[in-house]
């Protein structure tokens, strides 16, 4: 995987919060992310663009390909227009879910150092493939994280960004 291999992608957490900020924008759910060369695919079902959510929403099935540059054009982006909120998406109920989800997801595959990546979402869970490979074995690993546990690893990251000094601290 180029990411650590000196490429300039930044890692994984970055890579896939501005994904997921650009999945928050787009008003998308049910991603389909996959690995490319020179990038990503990114699909989704876009939520109506005005009203409210329904189960009858007519949803329209968008496809991106992300190349490097933009994905690195997305971080830029991502990180000028952190904490502006947006409104919670109706399947999670919290604001910047995937940008939030897609953070703690790529933390997880970072400290996994995989070669190629891949993961589908519904409904809030995801299910990750991870191509990674060891100088005894290469092979897939297939990792499946509930709605329930990205919300609490969504919860517990700020408690883990903090230097372990100030993590035990309570106020």
Do not use: C
Request: proline share 5%.
């Amino acid at each position: 995987m180029r990411i650590y291999e000196g490429s300039p992608r930044q890692d994984w957490e970055e890579v896939l919060r501005a994904v997921g900020s650009l999945a928050d924008r787009e008003r998308l759910k049910e991603l389909l992310f996959l690995e490319l060369d020179a990038g990503f695919i990114l699909t989704g079902l876009a939520l109506p663009e005005s009203g409210t959510w329904s189960e009858s929403a007519v949803l329209t099935e968008r496809t991106y390909e992300l190349l490097d540059e933009q994905v690195a054009q997305l971080i830029e982006e991502a990180a000028a227009h952190r904490d502006t909120g947006t409104e919670p998406h109706p399947h999670v109920e919290i604001a910047n879910y995937y940008e939030q989800a897609l953070r703690v997801l790529g933390a997880w595959i970072d400290a996994q150092r995989p070669r190629t990546v891949f993961f589908f979402e519904q409904d809030g869970a995801f299910v990750v493939r991870l191509l990674v490979a060891t100088p005894q074995t290469t092979g897939h690993q297939l990792a499946e994280f509930t709605k329930d546990e990205m919300l609490a690893m969504i919860a517990a990251a700020p408690q883990q960004r903090l230097p372990a000094s100030e993590a035990g601290a309570t106020s």
